[in-house]
Structure formats: C-alpha cells, structure tokens
C-alpha cells in the first residue's frame, strides 16, 4: 500500500488510484501473460513469488472459462461467476478481487461492518480515512458525516504527508479513524496505534485491519522490505499491543461480518479480522 516510509524519498507521486480497490476491472490472462508475468516475478523477488504468482494466475485461466454467477460483490452490487484470486510474495489470496471494481475480500467484509456501525457516522460526526480506497470513498460519503482522507504518499487526499507514526492533527480531533492494511508498511507500528489513539475523541473509535495469519499467536517481523513492503506479518499477539493504547478492542471476523452469505462474498473465516479500538 502507500506507506512505506523509508521509500519516500524516491518514491513517485501517487494517487488512490494504486489502492487495492480502485474500480479497476480484471485484466484477461493466458498462457504467455501468465509466462511473462512468472518470470518478471522471478527476477524481481525471486523463485517462491513466481511459482505463486504461476500457480495463482493458471487457477484463473481455468475459473475465466465459467459463465454461472455463484458470488456476489456487494460493493459494485454485481452477480458475478468468479472472484479472482491475486497472489503476492508470501501467499495466495482466493477468490480474492472483485473482477468488476477491485475490491478485496477485506472491503465486502468491511463495508458490512461500517454499515452496522453507521448509524454513529452521522451529520458532522468527524472520520478520517487513511489511505482510502477508492471503492469505499462514495459508500461512506453518503453518510453526510465530516469525512476526511489522509496519507503519507498519496497526493489526492485532504491530508497529504501525513505520517501515522507522527501526526500533525491536534489530539481528540475526529470521532472515528479507518486504517486498512496500512500499519504493517510502517517501521513503529505502536507509535502508530498510539498516534491513532491520541487524535480521537473519547469514545471515538479505530477500526483497523492488517494482514496477518490468525491462527498463529506471534508476530514475524521481516528483517528487510522485500515482502512486499511489509515490516511483519501479523499474528494474534497484536491485539495485546493493541489494548496497551486502546481502552477496549473488539475483534471481529468479517467472514462472521457477512453470516450466511459470507462464501458468496467471497470470504474465508479467519482470513480478515477487524480490530474495533476505542478510547
Ligand atoms: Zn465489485
């Protein structure tokens, strides 16, 4: 995502538009993009991304050639016979992107748990967004609350340079915060939940997500950034972290989020979880 801040200096302007979640639609694959795409892998992060990246695009070729929509994007509000799968350099995410509009199983999970806690997202009810994601942008908008977006390298946001380790806002300045896959491209992840902490109101909340594998209790930490940029991938250990800022963290699990229609979305229990932080 957007905040890798030891790449600032050479790093290009950017916009939401390179946001997971960017109403991109789904590039066709075949043999010799799925080729070309294992060998750019290869030379660029080396022979475990490419031999994912091979055997996530082939499952596509083969999911490509179905016509029955079996799944449901709630985002784009599209029936749709597949979700792609998408990989990176430590996994494969299945059934992961929406072949309409980019979402992730992440935002069809999330757009449930926002819209279970919106009734508090009202007229002058102050939220800011990090890194936002195009897709969710004109959902929460529609709230009418005082919506707000920020980032490190993002340029098209309100807040621009932000960064979350050190922010500029004044303390309790917003009711709610919204931060999605943003805390593990940073290098102090608790300075960072205690400058999430910090700017919002009493009672306010955090709602935050981060990659990780919730079946294991500890946190890896990368010793460089060639996973993706990532400085660790998650375990449950964080939540500790977590209430050491917050006064009370409610975890949820968006594949529970979406109850009986959770595998037409897409999504996988234990996959997604959400952290509700609240001061
Ligand atoms: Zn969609």
């Keep these: 995502m957007s905040s890798n801040l030891e790449s600032s200096d050479s790093a290009p302007l950017q916009?939401?538009?390179?946001n997971p979640g960017a109403f991109r639609a789904a590039t066709p694959v075949g043999p010799v993009s799925i080729l070309k795409g294992s060998l750019s892998r290869w030379r660029r992060q080396g022979g475990r991304s490419a031999l994912l990246f091979f055997r996530?695009?082939?499952?596509?070729?083969?999911?490509?050639?179905?016509?029955?929509p079996r799944y449901y994007c709630n985002?784009?509000?599209?029936?749709?016979?597949?979700?792609?799968?998408?990989?990176n350099a430590l996994w494969i995410t299945r059934n992961s992107a929406c072949p309409k509009c980019?979402?992730?199983?992440?935002?069809?999970?999330?757009?449930?748990?926002?819209?279970?806690?919106?009734?508090?997202?009202?007229?002058?009810f102050k939220l800011l967004h990090f890194a936002p994601e195009p897709i969710l942008v004109p959902l929460i908008k529609q709230s009418q609350c005082e919506y707000r977006t920020t980032d490190y390298f993002l340029q098209d946001v309100d807040f621009p340079g932000e960064d979350v380790q050190s922010l500029s806002f004044s303390s309790q300045s917003f009711d709610c915060v919204l931060s999605n896959?943003?805390?593990?491209?940073?290098a102090d992840d608790f300075s960072a939940f205690r400058e999430l902490a910090r700017i919002l109101i009493p009672g306010g909340a955090a709602i935050i997500t981060i990659p990780g594998d919730?079946?294991?209790?500890?946190?890896?930490?990368?010793?460089?950034?060639?996973?993706?940029?990532?400085?660790?991938?998650?375990g449950l250990d964080v939540v500790s972290l977590?209430?050491?800022?917050?006064?009370?963290?409610?975890?949820?699990?968006?594949?529970?989020?979406?109850g009986?229609?959770?595998?037409?979305?897409?999504?996988?229990s234990r996959h997604d979880l959400a952290f509700v932080c609240r001061v």
Excluded: M
């Excluded at 784009?76 to 998408?86: A, K, M, N, Q, T």
């Excluded at 009986?260 to 996988?268: C, H, I, K, M, P």
């Design 56 to 68: 996530c695009q082939t499952a596509n070729l083969f999911a490509s050639l179905r016509s029955t």
């Design 214 to 234: 919730w079946k294991r209790k500890e946190t890896i930490t990368f010793p460089d950034l060639s996973n993706n940029g990532h400085y660790r991938d998650y």
């Design 102 to 124: 980019d979402s992730r199983k992440r935002h069809r999970g999330l757009f449930l748990l926002y819209q279970r806690l919106f009734p508090g997202f009202h007229e002058g």
């Design 260 to 268: 009986r229609n959770a595998e037409r979305l897409g999504l996988d």
């Design 181 to 186: 896959h943003v805390i593990e491209h940073v």
């Design 15 to 18: 916009t939401t538009a390179v």
């Design 242 to 258: 977590l209430e050491k800022v917050f006064a009370s963290v409610e975890v949820v699990d968006l594949f529970d989020e979406a």
């Design 75 to 87: 985002v784009c509000e599209s029936d749709i016979p597949r979700f792609v799968h998408i990989s």
